[in-house]
């Protein structure tokens, strides 16, 4: 009778604040299962402080506040065979060195698309009633308007910017709508725009054409400070703009002077550059700006989501199967 093969060992290294929320007890009593503990759970600052409990280390189970898998952090890590991200964004975190090792590195960017989705989703559909716009007249006004022009979410427009996890996740909402998607995505196949229900349009066309445009783009040196005067001066009269990505997407000089001077736009920002905004940014105080502090990002119990991911993805590494939400290292540089 063949033995079992032994069990990996594990090590758990992200910051201590939402570490309950991203492995909660159920999650990590069946990880507890699967792997030997290194050690308890390291944030990142006390990793550094002792690197050598990497010796043995074979899997690194991690999430926001992970480590850089740089040269040094490899070097203590002989036996790494596996790096399971309990977040969205691995960019920050991977270096050349670790690429060339082979390692492979689950994102749980799949899970963390959800809420974001559905944020994106509520305030689409408040964009086309421009609830944002007419709750900014009556407040002023005290008066209701009669009979508002609105698009409303029948064969209204809408435009992505970006179709990776999140932009086709939000399609795929908007799809039960009767409204007309638009996207722009360099790197989008007509295939993945058939999938999805899109249009593929450039980008000047998606701002001047649609009623809400969201952004669901990486932030890449190409893509900073895209949206600028022109584009927002080009949308139409009560268009909503959503930002749920990265802030630096946006000129935020250029916004602040369109949106003054266009009263009847609305700029919905889960997401600036810096963040928060600097105690004077115009942004607190625009009041066609509504600003949000990552609501759209998963929290609390939606966190779970990310570390059932990771437990689903152990199973797989452990079972010898493929992992379902590897990062391919050649389309990793232009993931959010």
């Known amino acids: 009778m063949n033995e079992p ?8 290294v992200m910051e201590e604040e939402r570490r309950a929320d991203v492995y909660p ?4 009593a069946e990880i507890d299962r699967l792997v030997h503990w290194q050690g308890p759970p390291l944030t990142r600052q006390q990793l550094a402080d002792d690197p050598d409990v990497l010796g043995r280390t074979d899997v690194l189970l991690t999430g926001w506040g992970a480590p850089v898998l740089d040269a040094a952090f490899l070097s203590h890590a002989p036996q790494l065979q596996a790096v399971l991200v309990a977040a969205g964004s691995v960019r920050h975190l991977t270096t050349p060195a670790f690429w060339a090792r082979g390692i492979p590195i689950v994102s749980a960017a799949e899970a963390n698309a959800i809420p974001v989705a559905e944020f994106t989703l509520a305030q689409v559909l408040l964009g086309l009633k421009q609830v944002h716009r007419i709750t900014r007249e009556v407040a002023s006004s005290r008066r209701f308007p ?8 029948y064969r209204s427009r809408v435009g992505l910017m970006g179709l990776g996890h999140i932009g086709r996740l939000v399609a795929a909402h908007l799809s039960r709508f009767d409204i007309e998607i638009l996207a722009t995505d360099p790197i989008a196949s007509a295939d993945t725009a058939r999938r999805t229900n899109v249009r ?11 009623h809400v445009v969201s952004l669901h783009a990486p932030l890449l040196p190409e893509t900073r400070g895209t949206i600028g005067a022109r584009l927002l001066n080009s949308l139409g009269p009560g268009a909503t703009l959503i930002n749920t990505a990265r802030g630096a997407l946006i000129d935020e000089r250029a916004a602040v002077e369109v949106l003054r001077a266009r009263p009847d736009l609305t700029a919905v920002l889960d997401v600036t550059h810096p963040e928060p905004p600097a105690r004077d940014s115009p942004l607190f105080t625009l009041p066609n700006v509504v600003l949000t502090p990552h609501l759209g990002g998963a929290l609390g119990a939606e966190r779970h989501r990310l570390g059932q991911l990771v437990l689903d993805e152990l199973r797989r590494f452990i079972g010898d199967q493929p992992l379902q939400y590897a990062i391919d290292p050649t389309r990793a540089a232009s993931l959010a």
């Open 200 to 210: 593929l349009v450039g980008l000047e066309e998606l701002f001047a054409t649609c």
């Open 5 to 12: 093969a032994p069990r990996p060992t594990a090590l758990l």
């Open 146 to 153: 009669h009979n508002p022009k609105v698009p409303g979410a």
């Open 25 to 28: 007890c159920e999650v990590l």
